[in-house]
Each structure stands twice: as C-alpha cells, then as structure tokens.
C-alpha cells in the first residue's frame, strides 16, 4: 500500500513538473511571436517613414525640374519648413502598401499602379478644391485628361516608375533602410516623424492663408488684419511673396467658375 502511495505521489510531482514545463513553453512561444510581431511592425513604420522621406524629396527634384523647364524660374516648392514634396511620399507610401503583392505580375503591377496613382491624385485634386477652392496642378490644357486634376500621360509615367521601383528595386532600398537599426535610429525615427508633421501642419496652415488671402483679394475686400497674434504671425510667416514661390501653380475658382493663379490676383 506504501509503494503505491509512493508511486502515486511521484506520478503526481511528474505529471506537475511536465504541464508546468509545456505552460513555460507555451508562455514563451507566445512572447517569442508578441515579440517577432512588434519588430516587424516597428519594421514596417521605419520602412514607411524612409519611403515616405525618400519619394517626398523625389518628388521635389521632378517639381523643381519640371518647373524650371516650364517657366524658365526657379519655384522654391516642397513644404514650408523643408525640401520636401509630401503629396509624393504619400501616393508611394499607398502604392507600396497595396500593390507589392503583385510584384511578381509585371503587367498587372503597371495597370495596377497607374490606376491606383490617378485615384490617389484625382481625389487628392478635389478634397482640395472642395475644402478650399484651389488646386494646385491642372493638366485642362493636355490630351486624355479628366477634370483637369488628372492625365493619362502623368499617370502612365507614374504608374510605370512605381511598378519598376517595386518589381526591382525596392528590394535593394529595403536592405539600406533596414541597416539602421538599433535604439538610436528609433530615436532618430521618433525626431524626424515629428519634425515631419510638424512641417506639414505649417504647410497646410500657409496654403489655408494663402487661398484664404488669394479669395478676399478677388472679392475686393482687405484680407490684412493685425487684430490678434495669430493673424499678426500668418500674416508675418505666410507672406504672398513666400507662399507664391511654394504653390506657383496654385490656382483657385472664381464666382463665375474661371481659374485663375494666385500669383497673378496678388501681382506676383
């Protein structure tokens, strides 16, 4: 009877020990995978945020470029604190996201990304003109174009070097970004994200006075105002001469449904 209750008590601590040990080990798996997800989404964040910096500052040299050609000026472009074209880096940071899938589907990547870069500029192009009356490109004046707020030639060029970008050489930019690492670029990432945000909150801030300013111009009425500290700074900050340089083909709408450039309402 002894040797049984013995056998029986052993059995027992055994029996413990191992469920203990498969609790432990289930436990771990569970903070290995918690883990592995939480890099991989701060992965991807640091992954964003570069694309995002690299294709703004893309978009800005093609702006600058193309502007120079255009009207043989120099426009000072971007955003309002920096070089940076962040209409760019948010149609990238889009494209990439949903159509990588199909990196290894040249034709319908290309399909794909032309139609999903005009989405994104179209509506771009009316949120804009909805909320503030203004938009900043036209393409009226160019064959195969809807609304003026997109064209086929634009969206085919972009389509075309997005789904490059993707299929071949996305890979090699992936291993650059991914070589900073460790807590301080996380810091690096933390600074940078809210000097970004920073810079278009300002952005959005001068164009909102700007075509604010632009209307008021056109209506005959004195947009001028000191009368409290923040129309003292706008008007100090987001001077006409400044936000013309930005926004150089910034038009908005007249009563009787014309564009017309800012520039050319402020005399600029």
């Known amino acids: ?13 055994e029996r413990d020990e191992i469920r203990m ?17 939480k890099e991989k989404n701060n992965l991807k964040i640091h992954e964003g ?14 702006e600058f470029v193309l502007y120079l050609i255009m009207s043989k000026t120099v426009g000072a ?6 070089p940076l074209c962040f209409i760019y880096g948010i149609t990238a940071l889009i494209t990439i996201r949903f159509l990588e899938p199909l ?11 032309t139609v999903l870069i005009s989405i994104i500029q179209y509506v771009f192009s009316f949120i804009l003109e909805c909320s503030y009356g203004a938009r900043l490109w036209d393409y009226s004046g160019i064959t195969a174009n809807l609304n003026g707020r997109v064209c086929l030639l634009y969206s085919i060029i972009a389509g075309l070097i997005m789904a490059i970008f ?5 890979k090699h930019t992936d291993k650059l970004i ?33 075509s ?7 209506n005959g009425r004195n947009y001028i105002s000191n009368n409290n500290i923040v129309e003292k700074f706008e008007n100090n900050v987001f001077t006409n001469e400044r936000m013309g340089k930005l926004f150089p083909n910034m038009r908005i709408t007249t009563e009787d449904g014309i564009l017309v450039y800012v520039t050319s309402i402020f005399g600029e």
């Open 103 to 113: 990196k290894n589907t040249k034709v319908r990547l290309f399909i794909a990304s």
């Open 49 to 62: 945020l570069w694309y995002f910096i690299i294709f703004s500052l893309l978009g800005l040299i093609f």
């Open 21 to 37: 040990k498969k609790q432990n080990t289930n436990i771990n798996t569970e903070n290995n995978m918690n883990t592995d997800v």
């Open 212 to 218: 604010r300013n632009a209307k008021e111009t056109l």
């Open 1 to 13: 009877m002894k040797l049984f209750k013995t056998y029986t008590t052993t059995y027992e601590k």
């Open 77 to 82: 472009r971007g955003v309002y604190l920096g």
């Open 178 to 210: 991914n070589k900073l690492q460790g807590k301080a670029t996380k810091i690096i990432d933390i600074i940078v994200t809210v000097l970004l945000v920073i810079e278009i909150l300002f952005t959005i801030w001068g164009f909102i006075v700007y």
């Open 166 to 170: 993707i299929k071949h050489i996305k």
